[in-house]
C-alpha cells in the first residue's frame, strides 16, 4: 500500500478515535469505513498496521500526529472562511477556540496521547540513587508551538526578531493551559482562554510602556551630553 | 578577485541604470500597501521538498540578519562620520537603502514564515561596533569596512539566486523572491562602488582589514543559517 493509501486509512480513523481512543484497533477498523467498492469485511490485521504506520505505539504516534496535522488544516480552513464572510483576518482569540474546539470530540482520549507521545522517545535515567521517569515533553512542546505559529500566521501578526520568539512562547504556553484546562473542566475552556490572553496582553502593554519610557530617558541622556558640548 | 568584484560592480551597477529606466524595482511591490493581498506577497510555495523549503529558510534567515547587521554598521558609521559634509550624505544614502532592504526582507520573513535568527541582538552589536570603530579609525577605513561587508553580501547574494534556480516557477512568489534578491544583490555591490571610488583601498592595513572583517562575515552567515 502507498503513503496515499496511509493517509487515506488515517483519515477514516480519526471518526473512530471517539471509540477506540488512539490507538492501534482505530486504524485496523479504518479500513471497513473505506467507500464501495473497496470496502473489505474484516479490520487491518496487526502485520499490516505495522508495515503501514509504525511498530507498536508507533502506530499509534502517527494517528496522533496526524490528529494534529488535521487541527492545524482545521485553523487553516476556519481562517479562509473567516476571511470570506467577514473580510478581515480572524484573531488569536478566535483562532485559538476552534483550535480548541477541534479537540472535543476526543477530549477523553488526548491525556493518554499526550501521556503517550511524553513517553515514547525518552529512555529511564538516574539521578543519583533516585531513577526520574521518563518522560520527553519536546512533542508536546512542539505540537503547541506549530499551534502558536499557524495562530500567528493566520490572523497577520507581524512580530519579527526576537519578539517572534517572544509571541510564540507566550502563546504557546498560553495554548497549553487552556488545553489542559480543557482535559479537565471543558466547560470554562473558552473563559479561561480569555482570562489568559487578557492578563497576557496587559503584560505586553506594561513591557512596551517601560520600553518606551527607557527609549525616552536614554534620548533625555543623549540631548544632556550634547548640550554640554561632549559631542 | 577585489579587481573583479569592482568590474562586476560596475557591470551591475550599468544593467541597473537601464533596469530602472525600465520597469519599477522588484522590492516596490513590497512597499505598495495597495499589493498586500497580492500573492506573489503573500503566500509562500507549500509543494516544495524538505530540501528546498530548509534551503528557503536559512537563506532568508541569513539575508534578514545580514540586513539588521548592514544598517547597525551603517548607524556605526554615522554616529562617527555623520558630520562630515562629504561623508555624512554618502552614508545617509546607503543606510536609507540598507533601511528599505530590512524592512521588505521583514516582510518576507513573516510571508515564508521563516524562523528568524536568534543572533540577532548580536549582529546589531557586533555591527554598530564594527561600524564605529572603522569609522573612528578614518574615512578611508570606514569606506574599506563597506567594502568587505558588500563583497562578502554580493557574493552571498549571488551564490543564494543559484540556489533558487531549483524553486519552483509555477508559484508567484518565487520569480518575485529571484528580482528582489538580484535588486539587492546590485545594491550592495553599488555600495561596493561607491566605496572603492571614495578611497577604500587607501584605508590603514586595507588588506589585513578587508580579509579580517569578510572571515568574520563569511563566519557570520554560517552561524545565522544554523541559529
Known amino acids: 500500500m502507498s503513503t496515499h493509501t496511509g493517509a487515506r486509512l488515517l483519515k477514516l480513523a480519526l471518526p473512530l478515535v471517539r471509540t477506540h481512543g488512539f490507538t492501534r484497533d482505530a486504524l485496523a477498523f479504518s479500513v471497513l469505513e473505506l467507500p464501495p467498492p473497496e470496502t473489505l469485511s474484516s479490520p487491518l490485521s496487526d502485520a499490516a498496521i505495522s508495515s503501514l504506520f509504525g511498530p507498536g505505539s508507533k502506530a499509534e504516534h502517527t494517528l496522533i500526529n496526524f490528529f494534529f496535522d488535521e487541527g492545524l488544516e482545521h485553523m487553516r480552513y476556519r481562517a479562509q472562511a473567516w476571511s470570506g464572510s467577514t473580510g478581515r483576518s480572524p484573531t488569536i482569540k478566535e483562532l485559538l477556540e476552534e483550535r480548541l474546539k477541534y479537540n472535543e470530540p476526543v477530549l477523553g482520549h488526548l491525556s493518554d496521547a499526550f501521556a503517550s507521545l511524553a513517553s515514547a522517545s525518552a529512555s529511564v535515567a538516574q539521578l543519583g540513587p533516585f531513577q526520574i521517569p521518563p518522560v520527553d515533553p519536546l512533542p508536546g512542546l512542539k505540537h503547541a508551538f506549530r499551534i502558536a505559529d499557524e495562530a500567528c500566521y493566520l490572523s497577520g501578526d507581524a512580530s519579527t526578531e526576537l519578539s517572534w520568539y517572544a509571541r510564540r512562547a507566550s502563546l504557546a504556553a498560553i495554548y497549553t493551559a487552556a488545553e489542559l484546562h480543557q482535559i479537565t473542566s471543558p466547560h470554562t475552556t473558552d473563559r479561561f482562554l480569555e482570562s489568559l490572553l487578557d492578563s497576557s496582553s496587559r503584560a505586553k502593554n506594561s513591557f512596551d510602556e517601560v520600553a518606551l519610557f527607557s527609549s525616552y530617558l536614554f534620548k533625555s541622556c543623549k540631548g544632556i551630553i550634547k548640550s554640554l558640548g561632549a559631542n | ?227
Open chain 2, 1 to 227: 578577485m577585489l579587481t573583479r568584484n569592482v568590474v562586476q560592480a560596475f557591470r551591475f551597477a550599468q544593467t541597473r541604470g537601464i533596469a530602472t529606466s525600465a520597469k519599477p524595482l522588484a522590492s516596490s511591490v513590497y512597499m505598495d500597501p495597495g499589493q498586500s493581498k497580492n500573492p506573489a506577497v503573500s503566500t509562500t510555495p507549500r509543494n516544495i521538498t524538505e530540501e528546498q523549503r530548509s534551503a528557503l529558510d536559512s537563506a532568508l534567515r541569513v539575508d534578514q540578519a545580514g540586513e539588521v547587521a548592514a544598517n547597525w554598521i551603517y548607524m556605526g558609521q554615522h554616529v562617527v562620520l555623520g558630520r562630515d559634509p562629504k561623508t555624512g550624505p554618502l552614508l545617509q544614502e546607503m543606510w536609507d537603502q540598507e533601511k528599505k532592504h530590512l524592512a521588505v526582507m521583514n516582510k518576507m520573513q513573516l510571508q515564508h514564515r521563516i524562523r528568524p535568527t536568534l543572533l540577532t541582538d548580536v549582529a546589531k552589536v557586533a555591527g554598530f561596533g564594527l561600524g564605529a570603530v572603522t569609522a573612528l579609525m578614518g574615512r578611508e577605513a570606514a569606506m574599506a569596512c563597506t567594502e568587505a561587508v558588500e563583497t562578502v553580501i554580493g557574493e552571498h547574494y549571488d551564490d543564494q539566486l543559484k540556489e533558487m534556480e531549483s524553486l519552483p516557477e509555477g508559484h508567484p512568489s518565487v520569480p518575485l523572491l529571484r528580482d528582489v534578491i538580484k535588486e539587492f544583490r546590485d545594491d550592495e555591490l553599488e555600495h561596493l562602488d561607491i566605496a572603492v571610488d571614495n578611497f577604500s583601498q587607501r584605508a590603514p592595513a586595507h588588506a589585513f582589514l578587508s580579509s579580517v572583517i569578510g572571515a568574520g562575515c563569511k563566519v557570520a552567515i554560517e552561524l545565522c543559517k544554523r541559529v
